[in-house]
């Protein structure tokens, strides 16, 4: 996909916040130009209902540098938000064309792409070759693991995470859709507000949000973090998760 599809799809921000010339050229480098030239001529705002909003990284630049500094393998400068959910999961890119997520409430950290280049060639393979009407070629499966390891396409990360039906389909522990609940009780969301639901609080029922300032979430997520990530064993994916005590910026 690419960034006039996006716009085709999805339209321009709501509540456009325009970005300053020092904001766009701090982020040169650290997400897809096309992205960065996005937000110059478009600004940021929200989509889906106000369910998600795109950001620049400079939103939780200082967050991230320190609850990271921990992770093997990982520099929080290589990563940069660009957007979050209405219940405060992150979407963060790595320089590198790699796709992380982060939830405050839970503090999950994960490796998206991870996942997806060590997913084996599905048994169906042919099948999905007949559906799409072509012929299926020899070296489809090694086709198949070539492509694994392409750069992800941020506007197909957008395209899902700016969906208004994947927020219909959020529910409580009673089964009820839950974002209505919240809009009842907690009223709308403005920039840089999330829904915040304490991981201490017990269910996952409406009454457990509060509407917090981003400043004010990220101040009580969790002194640990949870990492996961997929690992390939003998052509098979393992998910791995790691424990990691937040640490000191590095």
Aim: hydrophobic fraction near 40%.
């Amino acid at each position: 996909m690419t960034a006039a599809e996006f716009l085709q799809a999805r339209g321009k921000p709501n509540e456009v916040r325009r970005i300053s010339q020092p904001d766009a050229e701090s982020v040169i480098g650290r997400v897809p130009e096309d992205l960065r030239e996005f937000w110059i001529q478009h600004g940021v705002g929200h989509y889906a209902d106000r369910n998600y909003w795109m950001c620049t990284p400079a939103l939780f630049e200082s967050f991230f540098r320190q609850i990271l500094a921990n992770v093997p393998e990982l520099y929080a400068d290589d990563l940069a938000a660009f957007g979050y959910s209405s219940l405060g999961t992150v979407n963060l890119w790595h320089r590198a064309g790699r796709h992380f997520t982060f939830s405050l409430d839970v503090a999950l950290l994960m490796d998206l792409t991870s996942r997806s280049r060590t997913d084996p060639p599905p048994h169906d393979l042919e099948e999905i070759y007949r559906a799409a009407g072509v012929d299926m070629p020899q070296n489809a499966v090694e086709l198949f693991l070539e492509a694994r390891s392409a750069p992800e396409n941020i506007w197909n990360i957008l395209l899902a995470a700016t969906s208004s039906d994947s927020y219909k389909a959020i529910y409580d522990d009673s089964g009820k859709a839950l974002m209505p609940q919240l809009r009842r009780n907690l009223g709308e969301l403005s920039q840089s507000e999330i829904h915040f639901r304490d991981r201490t609080a017990g269910g996952n029922t409406a009454d457990r949000y509060q509407k917090l300032k981003i400043s004010e979430a990220v101040s009580r997520v969790p002194d640990e973090i949870y990492h996961s990530f997929a690992v390939e064993v003998a052509g098979q994916q393992q998910i791995v998760s790691q424990t990691i005590a937040v640490g000191s910026v590095r």
